[in-house]
Structures are given as C-alpha cells and as structure tokens.
C-alpha cells in the first residue's frame, strides 16, 4: 500500500477562531467607519447618515467587538483550565529583534513560523485596547456619569483617549491585513481568513519555518514497525493531519492506533507530540511517559525526554 504523505492543505484556524476572526474585522471595520463620521456631522449629513443611525451603528459594532474580546477570553481561560497553554500568540523577547531585522532587510527577510511579530505584536495591541475603548466609548456615551465620577476634565480625558486609541487601531489593522493577506514577492491574497486553511505550496512559501517542523514532526513510519494494516493506515492519517496542523484530528488518530495496539511506542509518542503541539500538556506528558516506559532507550526516547524537560518548564 502506497499513502501520500504530502498534505494538500493546513490548518489555520480552526471553525471557532475564524467566525471570531472574521466578525471582529467586520466589527473593527464598522467601528472605524462610524467614528469619524460621528466626529463630523457636517460629512455625515453631505451622506445623507443622520447621528442616531451613527451612534446605533458605532455602539452595535463596539458591543460585538466586546462580546468576542470577552469570549475570546473565557476560551483562553477554559484552555489553561484544561491543562493547555495557550501562548502561541503572546509576543516573545526575539519579537523585538526580528522586527528590527525586517526593517533593515526587508519585509520578506525571516523565515517565519506559525506566529511570529507579525502576528503577535497587533494581537497584543488588539487586546489591551478593546477594553480602554470600550471604558472610552461608555464614558463618552454617558456624559452625566462621567462627570459624575471623573469630573469635567476626567471626560474630556476620556474622550481624546478613546479617539487617540481608535486612530492607532488603523495602522494596527492596516498592518495584520498586510501580513495576513500579501507580501512582497511571495503572497497576493490568502483564503485562509476565509477558509481556515491554506494550501500546502504557500505554507512552505510563507511560513517555511512552520512547514518544516511540521514534515519533521510527523514522518512516516517506517516500514514494519506498524503491526497490521488498520494501525499503519491511522499513523498514516494522523501524520498527514499533523503535518495540515489538524492537531486534533491527529490526536484521534493517534489514539485509535495505541488503542488497538497498546505496545505501539511509535503511536504513542506521535500521540505526545500532536497534544502538545494542541497545547493539552498533561495529555502529552502521559503519553510521553507511557512511550518512554515501553521504549526507554529507543533512538526517539532522547527527544521525548527533552518534550517532556519543555513541558514541564511550561
């Protein structure tokens, strides 16, 4: 039996994450439409908006923006609760030095992963700034109690932070729509905002870091190690959804094969691997543990052990 291992598409967001994506750009987009208009009701009339349809149009978007933050929040908070660590996204000290090495490069000079400054640097910003524009958008919405509370000055304060902080949320937008969708010499437009997946090709083109680790990650067993053809054809196919960053879907795979045949210390140790590439810890680390106990000395048992030192400092 012949399997390709050559994935066609990978994983980029999974369902959740791109219904989240895409509503909170139509929200900022939405926002970033209705707030110069309301600072300008002399553009806004020549358009024919009149000011309650702006204000409706303005707190709708920044209540759907506030309603994903939150929810986007609670889904972090259930991912350390169940034992993952969702940090892929939270900006690294080499953010800083890379970002300086673009800019003296080029924009397409680093060989980027999954995430990089690129995506980490307007995450953080996104994050930190939807609260302070929302505490921003009530208090310039509730005049009377703000002045309450903060005083005259406290709401002009509150008012020119909210404009200051909705005038930075463009260049940051302008920015992960850049990166997300086009670069230089590389890439033109990218479904995957769209999708959730982008074809094979253009991860190796412009995430190649990525797209190593991936091929190296999940290779294909070799010959005979697998007892039977239904163990063989789950490794198979959860290399292969390994390798489009289905981590989940590989999980499952991985558990059927060990399921059918406990003494498996292959499918054991690509099971690590994949839980915690998804982030679950204590689920790679038992199963880590579980290859190290059947194959300690093994030719993989060095990187397993170094998985797991990771893991643990995690």
Not at 7 to 14: I, K, Q, T
Not at 37 to 58: E, F, I, N, Y
Not at 161 to 186: D, E, I, K, M, S
Not at 190 to 219: C, K
Request: glycine share 12%; charged share 15%; proline share 6%.
């Amino acid at each position: 039996m012949t399997v390709d291992h050559t994935p066609s598409r990978v994983e980029v967001l999974d369902p959740v994450d791109r219904w989240l994506h895409l509503a909170a750009i139509v929200g900022f987009l939405g926002v970033l439409a209705s707030g110069p208009l309301l600072q300008s009701p002399r553009l806004a009339a020549q358009l024919g908006v009149g000011k309650p349809a702006l204000v409706a149009a303005h707190g709708a978007c920044g209540g759907v923006l506030a309603a994903l933050w939150s929810f986007h929040l609670v889904r972090v908070c259930l991912a350390w609760l169940e034992g993952r660590n969702p940090t892929g996204l939270l900006p690294r000290p080499s953010d800083a030095g890379d970002l300086m090495r673009t800019l003296a490069r080029g924009a397409a000079a680093a060989a980027l992963g999954r995430f990089s400054y690129r995506e980490r640097l307007p995450y953080l910003f996104f994050l930190l700034a939807l609260p302070a524009l929302a505490l921003g958008g009530w208090a310039v919405s509730h005049p009377a109690g703000t002045v309450g509370l903060l005083g005259g000055s406290g709401l002009l304060l509150a008012a020119d932070l909210h404009r200051a902080l909705g005038l930075l949320c463009v260049p940051a937008l302008v920015w992960h729509l850049y990166f997300a969708q086009v670069q230089p010499g590389v890439l033109y437009w990218n479904p995957a905002w769209l999708t959730g997946r982008a074809p094979w090709a253009q991860v190796q083109a412009v995430r190649p870091a990525w797209a190593a680790s991936l091929v190296r990650e999940f290779q294909p067993a070799e010959d005979g190690e697998a007892e039977g053809l239904s163990v063989e054809a789950l490794l198979a196919a959860g290399n292969a959804a390994g390798r489009r960053g289905a981590f989940e879907e590989a999980a499952g795979c991985f558990r059927q094969a060990v399921e059918l045949y406990p003494g498996y210390g292959q499918g054991w140790f690509n099971l690590g691997v994949v839980l915690a590439r998804s982030g679950d810890g204590a689920g790679a680390r038992r199963a880590l543990e579980e290859f190290l106990r059947q194959d300690p000395f093994g030719p993989m048992a060095t990187k397993a052990q170094q998985l797991l030192a990771k893991l643990e400092e995690s």
